[in-house]
């Protein structure tokens, strides 16, 4: 491709809207551009990449017995509607009718398609297991579209799903889709880290997202560098007795319930230190709305409530917190909250607070809370569940050590569906003996445009991208300095030969200064750069430079080819897939 030719310029700055570094970048190398809120268009440069980014996937997909298909973007809202998604699902789903008025949806995910297809094309044990993919359009209407190509309305992504007789043939094959997931992202330059997340509007059993650890992302996650321990913030549990910032051993002996005055105390640190209590011994009263349902949540006081396993312990999708106007309306008394008394509220407890004897809490009277408070006793939950955000300063539960919190982009996730779709849309087989039984599903779905942008938030230097040779556009950026007519004509021989020899080359003919030259290989980001000038042609040499390399050095004219032959394959076979540990145990 001559960059004379080439359909995109680069940017020197980058908009405002960008904020993360694979946004900013992929502005300003003239690779996507916005049509819209969450909306863009690949161009030349980025859809070379996008393309071979597809191929890894596809790949690694028929590596493990893939079958690629195709379903449709467009599609009736009845299978929607049989599965109940339509009406769990809130307004990022776009919804209209056709000219007939028949209800229609844009695709988010295609659980309900190949549940479809799976009901009509599948009768018999003999034909399962089995694996189908494709890479296709979604939508989803995202309220707050961020990051480029990481958080969008419109994407392509690639999904499989597996079908199974059972759940232990289920479980035997879901590390083979995990370990590929791991050779796709690292084969396409990005070294994700595999953690627990919620099944969300999935649904299912169990469910992992693969992370690309950086400050840039918009998850938070609970680590354990000591056993490796990973877990979204949204799923995370920490231990919850003294070693794990829990309270120390409590008194056997239930003490009577008492008022004490305790003026202008709200927060736990205030109404601690004014009791000589540790905020263990405080039982944190926060008040929630789900549904326009007015919801109690109690926990330790040294502990968050996590909103999210809150919500999945009610099995309501969104929840918010009360404001103080809503608390007082509920006949509650903010700053002073607590169960002990309330009627006509549902209370969900985090499953720490039945075993401590003689908590304090609010009285609900304004300035004043009650010593001696306990479980059973005074009040009760109508669900007990772990609602613990974990994190920071917490222990982990599997080996004591201490827990950390960082960012993470997902690029992937998997999904054990288990019985969600296939009993809801009649998905049966028929077993050995004959009896129908309902197929068991999974669902793992990876990003292709999102996989571009965490390749470069992983690939980046301060000058630009650092594509890797395995998704790279172009393997080599071509230029010529000076307007000689030897330097030209050289330039074109040498990219017309490569071009024969199979080499991908992007080759800036532009008639332009050497520094905007530089400047924009740089940006650009091909792992080879070569550079013809008079000075080095009157040596015999051209210069050539890796991207991700501070030095140049120089060839022999004669020597190119065979040179970059042997370059590109070392710097593929960086990208070769490796071995992960540990995924057997999923």
């Not at 239930?254 to 039982?283: C, H, S, W």
């Not at 075993?355 to 300035?367: S, T, Y």
């Not at 019985?419 to 004959?434: F, I, R």
């Amino acid at each position: 491709m001559r960059m004379s030719h080439l359909f995109g310029r680069t940017l020197r700055e980058a908009p405002a809207e960008a904020e993360i570094v694979s946004h900013q970048m992929l502005v300003r190398a003239g690779m996507i551009r916005r049509l819209a809120a969450g909306i863009y268009a690949y161009m030349p440069l980025a859809w070379r990449a996008f393309k071979k980014i597809g191929d890894i996937m596809r790949e690694e997909m028929d590596a493990i017995g893939g079958q690629e298909i195709n379903m449709p973007v467009v599609q009736p809202a009845e299978l929607w509607q049989e599965t109940g998604r339509w009406y769990d699902i809130g307004p990022e789903m776009a919804r209209f009718k056709d000219r007939s008025g028949r209800d229609m949806v844009l695709a988010m995910t295609h659980e309900e398609a190949i549940t479809d297809l799976l009901r009509r094309e599948v009768d018999s044990y003999r034909q399962l297991p089995f694996m189908a993919y494709h890479l296709q359009t979604k939508f989803r209407d995202e309220p707050r579209s961020r990051g480029g190509l990481i958080r969008v309305r419109e994407f392509v992504m690639k999904d499989a799903y597996s079908f199974h007789k059972d759940f232990e043939d289920l479980d035997r094959y879901y590390p083979e889709m995990c370990r590929a997931y791991f050779n796709i992202c690292h084969r396409c330059g990005v070294d994700v880290t595999m953690v627990l997340s919620d099944v969300g509007m999935m649904g299912g059993s169990m469910a992992h997202e693969f992370m690309l650890v950086t400050p840039a992302g918009e998850d938070t996650l609970v680590l354990c560098e000591n056993c490796g321990y990973a877990a979204n913030m949204e799923v995370a549990v920490a231990r919850k007795d003294a070693a794990g910032a829990g309270a120390a051993a409590e008194p056997a002996t239930q003490l009577p319930l008492q008022e004490v005055a305790t003026p202008d105390q709200k927060e736990v640190g205030e109404v601690a230190a004014f009791l000589g209590v540790p905020p263990t011994r405080i039982m944190k009263t926060m008040v929630y709305v789900a549904k326009d349902e007015t919801i109690i949540a109690v926990t330790r006081g040294d502990f968050q409530v996590n909103e999210r396993k809150l919500g999945n312990a009610l099995k309501v999708g969104e929840i918010r917190l009360a404001t103080d106007e809503e608390v007082r309306a509920a006949g509650l008394v903010p700053g002073y909250l607590s169960p002990v008394g309330v009627k006509g509220i549902r209370v969900v407890a985090d499953d720490s607070i039945p075993a401590i004897a003689n908590l304090v809490g609010g009285a609900n009277k304004e300035g004043y809370h009650l010593r001696n408070i306990n479980y059973g006793r005074d009040f009760s939950a109508d669900v007990v569940a772990d609602i613990l955000a974990a994190g920071e300063g917490h222990t982990c539960v599997k080996c004591g050590g201490a827990l950390r919190v960082a960012r993470g982009i997902e690029v992937g996730n998997t999904f054990k569906l288990g019985l969600k779709y296939s009993k809801a849309m009649g998905a049966t087989y028929l077993d050995v003996d004959g009896q129908a039984k309902p197929i068991v599903e999974a669902s793992y779905g990876i990003g292709l445009g999102r996989m571009i942008s965490c390749v470069v938030e992983e690939n980046h230097d301060e000058n630009g991208i650092v594509w890797p040779a395995t998704v790279a556009p172009f393997h080599v950026h071509l230029l010529t300095l000076g307007e000689s007519e030897g330097v030209r004509a050289i330039g074109d021989e040498v990219y017309e030969a490569m071009k024969e020899r199979g080499f991908e080359v992007l080759y800036d003919d532009r008639d332009a200064s050497a520094g905007v030259k530089f400047n924009d290989a740089d940006l650009l980001g091909m792992p080879l750069r070569i550079t013809v000038s008079q000075r080095n042609l009157a040596k015999g040499v051209v210069e050539m430079k890796l991207r991700r390399e501070k030095d140049a050095f120089t060839v022999d004219v004669s020597e190119i080819y065979d040179r970059v032959s042997r370059i590109i394959q070392d710097e593929k076979a960086k990208f070769r897939p490796r071995e992960v540990a540990g995924l057997e145990d999923l």
